[in-house]
């Protein structure tokens, strides 16, 4: 039997524009991928927005919606084009590669996991990668889509807020001469996804809970700020990417001492950011 590819947390009543979405923090695997991967089931965790949905759990508490992928994105990327297939994976895919995605290994249909470990020898048939669409990421995006459709029809405008984990050393790099690393990274696709107000105010209430804000570096945004985020039509998507460092232990891929406070800390600012997205904003028309 197919595991279904989301959950929908509703709230009792619906009273923003904004919904939650965690495309990655997904943790099902199919006994039979896991049983061709060369990785073990640590190993192939490594790519997960681990817990990522805990720490948004209470958003249906304030008045928002939170969708949940359960698919692992080792499995089926949610965050990326449903043609954005590999042809070193997907046997019978013809053409030339055409994203820096799919050339890193990084399709829909993923053919590797963090650090570049390759998941399965081989390839596998296009069908099976056309069922795995099927049955996994078109029912998300079907989801998603009615989701910021009855927030649009409701407040005139929606806010899609995409829920994302990154590596404690993906900021290292870029932000190596700055005093202080950004605990989150704010994605718009540099302005493009989301009307600079509303990124702005996301900005200052992450601040004002004390933690240090980037924008698009190194994270602006892949598939799903790209797709939903029009804002001359009042859909605006930001992406928001949280140090996993600061809940969890990357080596064990389990929460750490601080889990509970970060949660609490993820729990407040959501409770702004909903209240944000009750007001009756001329968003759409900016």
Same mark, same amino acid.
């Given at each position: 039997?197919?595991?279904?590819? &989301?959950?929908?947390?509703?709230?009792? @009543?619906?009273? !923003?524009?904004?919904?939650?979405?965690?495309?990655?923090?997904?943790?099902? &695997?199919?006994?039979?991928?896991?049983?061709?991967? +060369?990785?073990?089931?640590?190993?192939?965790?490594?790519?997960?927005?681990?817990? /990522?949905?805990?720490?948004?759990?209470?958003?249906?508490?304030?008045?928002?919606?939170?969708?949940?992928?359960?698919?692992?994105?080792? &499995? /089926?990327?949610?965050?990326?084009?449903?043609?954005?297939?590999?042809?070193?994976?997907?046997?019978?895919?013809?053409?030339?590669?055409? !994203?820096?995605?799919?050339?890193?290994?990084?399709?829909?249909?993923?053919?590797?996991?963090?650090?570049?470990?390759?998941?399965?020898?081989?390839?596998?048939?296009?069908?099976?990668?056309?069922?795995?669409?099927?049955? =996994?990421? @078109?029912?998300?995006?079907?989801?998603?889509?009615?989701?910021?459709?009855?927030? =649009?029809?409701?407040?005139?405008?929606?806010?899609?807020?995409?829920?994302?984990?990154? $590596?404690?050393?993906?900021?290292?790099?870029?932000?190596?001469?700055?005093?202080?690393?950004?605990?989150?990274?704010?994605?718009?696709?540099?302005?493009?996804?989301?009307?600079?107000?509303?990124?702005?105010?996301?900005?200052?209430?992450?601040?004002?809970?004390?933690?240090?804000?980037?924008?698009? @570096?190194?994270?602006?945004?892949?598939?799903?700020?790209?797709?939903?985020?029009? $804002?001359?039509?009042?859909?605006?998507? +930001?992406?928001?990417?949280?140090?996993?460092?600061? &809940?969890?232990?990357?080596? !064990?891929?389990?929460?750490?001492?601080?889990?509970?406070?970060?949660?609490?800390?993820?729990?407040?600012? /959501?409770?702004?950011?909903?209240?944000?997205?009750?007001?009756?904003?001329?968003?759409?028309?900016?």
């Amino acid at each position: 039997m197919i595991q279904a590819s &989301y959950r929908v947390e509703y709230p009792t @009543q619906n009273n !923003t524009s904004m919904v939650f979405a965690c495309p990655h923090s997904g943790r099902a &695997y199919p006994a039979e991928f896991l049983r061709k991967s +060369v990785l073990d089931a640590h190993q192939i965790r490594s790519s997960e927005d681990a817990f /990522v949905d805990l720490l948004y759990a209470d958003v249906p508490k304030f008045g928002a919606p939170l969708l949940v992928a359960n698919t692992s994105r080792a &499995y /089926v990327d949610l965050n990326r084009g449903k043609d954005e297939y590999d042809p070193a994976l997907v046997r019978g895919v013809r053409g030339r590669v055409t !994203t820096p995605r799919i050339a890193a290994g990084l399709g829909v249909i993923p053919r590797v996991v963090a650090n570049g470990r390759v998941i399965q020898n081989g390839k596998i048939h296009r069908h099976q990668a056309d069922q795995r669409i099927r049955e =996994h990421w @078109q029912p998300y995006h079907d989801m998603l889509s009615r989701l910021l459709a009855a927030a =649009h029809q409701s407040y005139g405008h929606s806010i899609l807020i995409d829920c994302h984990s990154m $590596p404690h050393e993906a900021t290292k790099s870029v932000f190596k001469f700055r005093q202080s690393r950004p605990d989150i990274v704010l994605g718009d696709r540099h302005g493009s996804s989301a009307n600079k107000d509303i990124v702005d105010f996301i900005d200052r209430v992450f601040t004002d809970a004390g933690l240090v804000v980037a924008r698009n @570096q190194p994270f602006a945004g892949a598939y799903i700020t790209q797709h939903y985020g029009r $804002p001359v039509r009042g859909q605006h998507v +930001v992406q928001i990417e949280i140090d996993r460092a600061l &809940y969890m232990d990357e080596r !064990t891929i389990s929460p750490n001492a601080d889990f509970e406070t970060i949660q609490s800390l993820i729990s407040g600012i /959501v409770a702004r950011l909903v209240q944000y997205g009750g007001l009756k904003l001329p968003l759409a028309a900016e």
